[in-house]
């Protein structure tokens, strides 16, 4: 049996459609790129202690939400308060032995224009005046500084944030520049979306986006990208390890490079943001 002209025209009806929905595909994902290698991130805040002992106090717990200036820790402060302690005491040291030798000076002045001393004893007064003063400066500075070891024994949260990883008790031990914990800037979370090297063009800061969690596609929120990074790391020759690294999907094909798309989300995401939870993000051109 012979295929009718309709048939025929069914055929070709088909083809255009064909390959009409797939030149619009392609000028979508061109145009309006999207990619599901996008990641949550945030900026992680390594809590240290600037000074060493044993911890006394630990009254957080892990992946705890924390307020800037609450406690964390406390180090045993006694060690910090008695050196405190001794330093005001050479102050006071030091002090008297400046008014000692102001009195000096006095005494010196007034003889010297009597005619009774001779003008070394004088300038040997001033010396000694000028350096219990420089006594008392110094005594003064070291004062400062225990009482500023002092107040680190309180380590407080510097921003807003969760705690998470906290694996530590009280009678810890630690050393000053030691991090004992990580906190989670609750203000730094953003998306990083890895773009094609090919479609950054198509990816303008400023530019709107739509991110979806895996799992829940269909609750889409909306983001904004904030910037595009300006470099990767180059395994083959790049010296500067700060810059991110971002892998190939495939190994034996000649792939472009992705780079990392900074997106910072603007709508309401269905569950709390979290580092490291697998997102996808459409740009929508507008």
Not at 37 to 59: E, L
Not at 72 to 81: A, N, Q
Not at 190 to 208: C, N, R, S
Not at 216 to 237: H, Y
């Amino acid at each position: 049996m012979k295929p009718t002209s309709s048939a025929y025209l069914l055929t070709a009806i088909v083809i255009i459609l064909a390959a009409v929905a797939a030149l619009g595909m392609y000028q979508r994902y061109t145009t309006k790129p999207w990619t599901r290698d996008g990641q949550v991130r945030a900026n992680v805040v390594g809590i240290a202690c600037r000074v060493a002992g044993p911890i006394v106090q630990f009254p957080v717990r892990d992946n705890q939400p924390v307020k800037k200036g609450d406690l964390l820790f406390e180090v045993d402060p006694s060690t910090y308060k008695a050196a405190a302690d001794q330093c005001a005491a050479k102050l006071q040291q030091a002090q008297a032995a400046q008014i000692q030798a102001q009195q000096e000076l006095q005494r010196q002045s007034a003889l010297y224009q009597t005619k009774v001393t001779d003008l070394r004893d004088l300038q040997n007064a001033q010396d000694s005046l000028a350096a219990a003063t420089a006594n008392v400066a110094a005594a003064a500075a070291d004062l400062e500084l225990a009482r500023l070891n002092l107040s680190y024994t309180k380590i407080v949260a510097p921003v807003d944030g969760y705690l998470t990883n906290v694996n530590t008790s009280p009678g810890t031990y630690v050393y000053a520049g030691q991090q004992l914990l990580a906190l989670v800037d609750i203000s730094s979370f953003w998306i990083a979306a890895y773009f094609k090297e090919t479609q950054l063009h198509h990816v303008k800061e400023g530019g709107k986006a739509k991110i979806t969690f895996i799992g829940r596609e269909n609750q889409p929120f909306e983001g904004v990208v904030d910037s595009t990074a300006w470099g990767i790391f180059d395994e083959n020759g790049s010296t500067v390890e700060l810059l991110p690294k971002v892998g190939q999907t495939v190994d034996w094909v000649r792939l472009p490079n992705r780079f990392p798309v900074r997106v910072r989300a603007t709508g309401q995401p269905p569950i709390p943001l979290r580092i490291g939870q697998t997102v996808s993000i459409a740009m929508t051109g507008e």
